[in-house]
């Protein structure tokens, strides 16, 4: 995939990135096992970005073999169904304390009185966390109730439907 249709996705995708909380991280694991997670996000617009203690198993994972896919959802209707699936190389980084974008997602999520007291608590908890962050390489954002769906569902329904349009004229 090209660059500028990665950039023209996650552009279409714009509004779910910035308000979805949570995706499902799919990555594999040291004993070479695929593993699906679901962890939060913040779009930075140019990162998808995730965050874990520093100690948590899919660090040592993601150093050893940092292709990932990812994919965000909203909508559990057909007409308001939205997806955005990701494959990536992820860049880790270890931060002393707790990752902004982590506390960032909280703000965005929860109220303010809320999301001080978990900064509070994640400041109490980590001395350390792992920075997640996706470089997009491929990317595909659905819109069902646009009509923006996978091409080899459009070319089911186009064949039903010239099916039906021929059956329907004879």
């Not at 990701?86 to 707790?98: A, C, E």
């Not at 809320?114 to 908890?125: H, K, T």
């Not at 997009?136 to 010239?162: S, V």
Request: some cysteine; overall charge negative; aromatic content about 8%.
């Amino acid at each position: 995939m090209e660059p500028y249709e990665i950039t023209q996705e996650l552009a279409d995708a714009d509004e779910l990135l910035n308000q979805a909380s949570m995706a499902r991280l799919a990555y594999n694991g040291l004993d070479g096992l695929p593993r699906v997670v679901p962890i939060g996000i913040f779009w930075t617009g140019d990162e998808i970005v995730m965050s874990t203690a520093a100690t948590a198993p899919k660090v040592k994972a993601l150093s050893a073999r940092p292709e990932v896919a990812l994919t965000i959802d909203a909508g559990d209707r057909p007409g308001s169904a939205k997806t955005l699936s990701v494959r990536g190389v992820v860049h880790l980084t270890l931060v002393d304390g707790v990752v902004p974008e982590y506390l960032a997602a909280a703000r965005k999520n929860f109220d303010a009185e809320y999301a001080a007291e978990f900064e509070r608590n994640c400041r109490a908890m980590y001395d350390q966390m792992a920075r997640i962050a996706v470089e997009p390489r491929w990317a595909r954002f659905y819109d069902f109730g646009a009509g923006r769906i996978p091409h080899f569902l459009a070319e089911l329904a186009r064949k039903a439907n010239d099916g039906s349009e021929h059956r329907a004229t004879e």
